[in-house]
């Protein structure tokens, strides 16, 4: 792996920005998240891959392995709250994007398929719900769901086609556990527990749910179903 070629990753992600010299604002289906993804999908393609979105916007692309076993899914979020930090999800995205690029160098097949996907929508900073992206694509909101979720703008479902995604789509567009081994996120941390201890990394090993409703479940939608396999 290059770590300087992921930090100048980082790096261009970080000019994807509202807001600059005032934190990164990149919400999901948004200008700057237009750049962000473009800039994403020339890497991507660098490698050999064809980047796609589905219905809500996430971005796709998929390694293919040397056998039919279930796939690996990694990658993060895309988005940010206003005036966030540069790391917060984007951090993952480019891990999982400079693992796809050390294995071409390496000319490496994985047994496995490898699916980096970008989620939209995670942080819910245009309608207040939570990892949207990834409720979209396990079921846990529907179409008529996004019609009917909306801001002073207008709803997500028209958001979604404004942006020139197509939200009817998604019933097609399911994960099925049936394909997927496991996902794994690379993030930073969001505390001081591993700089106080001097260590540089820690591995999650448990995630906790809470039972909210559906508009309000907090983060790991997406995490808890494939976890829970």
């Known amino acids: ?6 930090f100048d990753t ?48 996430n971005l796709h692309a998929r390694l293919e392995g040397t056998t039919g076993a279930p796939a690996v899914l990694t990658g993060s979020h895309l988005d940010t709250v206003r005036n966030g930090g540069r790391y917060d999800g984007t951090y993952g995205v480019v891990a999982a994007l400079e693992a ?11 047994e496995r398929a ?12 245009n309608f207040g719900s939570t990892c949207l992206g990834s409720k979209g694509i396990v079921g846990q909101i529907d179409v008529e769901g996004l019609k009917r979720l909306s801001n002073a703008e207008g709803s997500a479902y028209d958001k979604l086609r404004a942006f020139g ?53 907090a983060s790991s939608t997406l995490h808890t179903y494939i976890t829970g396999l």
């Open 114 to 125: 490898i699916e980096f996907i970008a989620f939209a929508e995670e942080e819910g900073s």
């Open 10 to 57: 980082l790096e261009e992600l970080s000019t994807c920005n509202a807001t600059p010299g005032n934190g990164v604002t990149r919400f999901s289906w948004s200008e700057a998240d237009g750049r962000a993804r473009r800039v994403l999908e020339r890497e991507l393609r660098a490698i050999g891959l064809e980047p796609w979105a589905d219905g809500m916007g």
């Open 1 to 6: 792996m290059q770590a300087q070629r992921l």
């Open 165 to 217: 995604l197509d939200p009817d789509a998604l019933p097609g567009q399911q994960i099925d556990p049936a394909n997927v081994k496991a996902f794994l996120e690379v993030h930073i941390e969001q505390n001081a527990v591993l700089e106080d201890a001097g260590r540089g990394l820690g591995i999650v090993t448990a995630i906790s749910t809470y039972l909210l409703p559906l508009t309000a479940l």
């Open 100 to 110: 796809l690029r050390s294995f071409h160098d390496e000319g490496y097949k994985p």
